[in-house]
């Protein structure tokens, strides 16, 4: 073998290592991704609250109940012997614990509220996190709950949700007439565009490289098709239910465009609110004293209570 021919060998070994490493490592990194974002590690259970900020709880009990699909949830209820419950949905990564402000808020205003962990945040059991598809069996065991405790009685009931918690509500609110209300903060349209969007966030140009196989991993982690977790599609099934849209127009994570697709597909009875310069999840950090006041009003007008 002659000299050039031995170099170009060479050349083509390492060439071809080199791009066997590369799908090496996109192939681990997609699994990691994936991996990790259904099976949260422990210490993140228990992390500091950084979605909104905590206000001094009021007169509560911690409780426990079950989703509709068997696992153990852990939640914080303040009873009002109001006739009208909110059921309170934190995001990822959460806990009951970020949403105290405005359950406290809503509690302050008359309503029953229910603040519970979603399966493996908090004090509730594992489960696989599938960022809103069988999380909206969660929100669908607090309906549940928050209905056995006003058995015989007319009760209402409404739902708010941060995030994930939003995407779950608006899951779980097209499967169950009984949630009369809906207010879904910093959700998505569809699972596999959340994805992508926070990809491209996250990495940037070489977002393209991770995200097929980070979709491919996860779907088989979740047990669904991505885009099959479609909070848009559920949205067009509410109406008349009442339907309140909130979003950050800086959101980095989720494009504020999602917001104003899950608006344009809704029906009336419906409303939007960009919060200017909010990030995701920092719409109530922002303007904390106009977005209870908007939250709050909104159920009034919808529920019923004092204006």
Not at 5 to 28: D, P
Not at 142 to 158: E, K, L, N, P, T
Not at 283 to 304: I, S
Request: with cysteine; net charge positive.
């Amino acid at each position: 073998m002659d000299a050039g021919r031995s170099t170009g060998l060479r050349v083509g070994l390492w060439v071809g290592a080199g791009l066997a490493a590369a799908g090496a490592a996109i192939a681990l990194s997609s699994f990691a991704t994936a991996y990790l974002t259904v099976h949260p590690l422990p210490w993140s259970r228990y992390r500091r609250s950084w979605w909104t900020p905590s206000g001094s709880p009021r007169d509560g009990r911690s409780v426990r109940f079950s989703s509709v699909d068997g696992i153990d949830l852990a939640g914080r209820y303040l009873d009002r012997h109001a006739a009208a419950t909110i059921v309170v949905c934190h995001g990822w990564p959460g806990n009951k614990d970020d949403m105290r402000g405005l359950a406290d808020a809503l509690a302050d205003a008359g309503f029953n509220v229910l603040a519970f962990d979603f399966r493996s945040w908090g004090e509730s059991e594992a489960g696989p996190v599938t960022l809103g598809y069988r999380e909206a069996q969660d929100v669908l065991g607090a309906v549940a709950f928050a209905q056995a405790r006003r058995a015989g009685r007319r009760h209402r009931i409404g739902v708010f949700g941060l995030s994930m918690g939003g995407a779950a509500s608006l899951l779980a609110a097209a499967a169950c007439p009984e949630i009369e209300a809906v207010v879904a903060d910093s959700s998505y349209t569809r699972l596999d565009r959340a994805i992508s969007g926070a990809f491209r966030s996250l990495w940037g140009p070489a977002a393209r490289l991770f995200d097929v196989p980070t979709r491919w991993v996860g779907e088989r982690l979740i047990g669904t098709a991505m885009p099959e977790v479609s909070p848009v599609r559920a949205i067009e099934r509410l109406s008349p239910r009442p339907v309140l849209i909130i979003h950050g127009t800086h959101d980095r994570l989720i494009d504020v465009r999602e917001a104003q697709a899950l608006y344009r597909t809704s029906h009336d009875p419906k409303a939007l609110w960009l919060v200017e310069g909010a990030d995701h999840g920092e719409t109530r950090r922002v303007a904390p004293q106009e977005y209870d006041r908007r939250v709050v009003g909104f159920f009034q007008e919808h529920l019923g209570g004092s204006p």
